[in-house]
C-alpha cells in the first residue's frame, strides 16, 4: 500500500469554523488539516462561536478534536489565530500566545516568491 504524500503549503487560511454550533464541520476539518500541510496556519475568525455556545449550543468531541490538533500542529508550525465577531471572548487574549497559537486583532499577510 503506497503512502499519500501531503502537499505543502506557506500559507493556509481558514475560517468560520464556527466550533460548538450545530453546523459546524469538525470531523472535515480535521481531515482537512491531515491531509494539508503547511508551514504557517491562519485561523481567520470565527473558529469557536461563542455566541451559539451562549445561546446552548453544545460543545462536541469533534471540536475538541480540532482545538488538539490546532495544538499539536503549533509545535511545528507558525499559527496566527485572528479573534472574529463570534468569537469575541478572545479579546483578552490579544497579543498572548497558547501553546503556540498566537492571538491577534488583525494580520497582514507578507507574501513573496
Request: contains cysteine.
Amino acid at each position: 500500500m503506497g503512502r499519500n504524500v501531503q502537499p505543502t503549503y506557506k500559507t493556509i487560511v481558514v475560517s468560520d469554523l464556527h466550533l460548538g454550533s450545530k453546523g459546524a464541520k469538525a470531523a472535515e476539518v480535521n481531515e482537512f488539516l491531515k491531509a494539508n500541510s503547511c508551514h504557517q496556519l491562519i485561523l481567520n475568525g470565527d473558529i469557536i462561536d461563542g455566541w451559539a455556545i451562549n445561546r446552548g449550543g453544545k460543545w462536541r468531541k469533534e471540536h475538541t478534536k480540532v482545538l488538539g490538533k490546532l495544538l499539536r500542529l503549533s509545535n511545528d508550525i507558525q499559527i496566527i489565530w485572528i479573534r472574529g465577531n463570534h468569537d469575541e471572548f478572545l479579546t483578552e487574549f490579544i497579543g498572548n500566545a497558547f501553546g503556540g497559537i498566537e492571538f491577534r486583532e488583525d494580520y497582514t499577510l507578507q507574501y513573496s516568491e
